[in-house]
Every structure is written in C-alpha cells, then in structure tokens.
Nanobody, 124 residues
Framework: QVQLVESGGGLVQAGGSLRLSCAAS????????MGWFRQAPGKERNFVAR????????DYADSVKGRSTISRDNAKNTVYLQMNSLEPEDTAVYYC?????????????????WGQGTQVTVSS
C-alpha cells in the first residue's frame, strides 16, 4: 500500500510560480509511474503530467505544456511539479497519483493510489 502526501499549494498571483511536492511511503517508489492531476470546483479531475519510473520520460497535458515541469527524486521518494506563468485557470486542487502502468498514470479512473490533494489558487 502506497501513501501519498502533497504539499506546496497556496495562493499566488497570475504570472507567479509554485512548486508542488508529493512524498510517497509504504512501497517501492521506483516501481511506480507518478502523475499529477487537478480538479477545479464543479469539474472532473484532469491529467496534468506524468513521469516514468526513473524519470526517463515525461508527458504533459496541453494546458500546462511549456509552463510546468514534473520531476522525481527516487532517493527521496518524492515527485515534484514546478508550475510557472500561472493563470487563474490553473486554480484547482492538485492531486498526486501512482500506478505501476505508464498508460494508467494518465487516466484518473485507473490510478491505484492517490494523495489527499493540495489547493492551488491563482488570483488575477
């Protein structure tokens, strides 16, 4: 069983930056593809980014591509999401997820493990 704990959310002005972190425990971190998702009020949970087991491959949603960078430190059992040039449309609860499958880590309904989420609010 993998436990995931996100941190780093907060209130930021448009154009600003945030770095989200997700600390994992209870499993072999390098066995999992790690993903970030977000959910705005009244909307479905959407894919943001994913990173392969050793960090060799990354993938981003079009909405954040070029503005965000996902990375991982397997020695620290932590995955990060650096978000730059934030826009009010980025306001959401951001969730960290883990799955052993690369394809599953892009689909909310297929990820096995989830964190509790961290709120990101971007003011205009």
């Amino acid at each position: 069983q993998v436990q995931l704990v996100e941190s780093g959310g907060g209130l930021v002005q448009a154009g600003g930056s945030l770095r989200l972190s997700c600390a994992a425990s209870g499993g072999t971190f390098s066995s999992y593809v790690m993903g970030w998702f977000r959910q705005a009020p009244g909307k479905e949970r959407n894919f943001v980014a994913r990173i392969a087991w050793r960090g060799e491959t990354t993938d981003y949603a079009d909405s954040v591509k070029g503005r965000s960078t996902i990375s991982r430190d397997n020695a620290k059992n932590t995955v990060y999401l650096q978000m730059n040039s934030l826009e009010p449309e980025d306001t959401a609860v951001y969730y960290c997820a883990a799955d052993v499958s690369w394809s599953a880590a892009r689909i909310p309904d297929r990820c096995d493990y989830w964190g509790q989420g961290t709120q990101v609010t971007v003011s205009s």
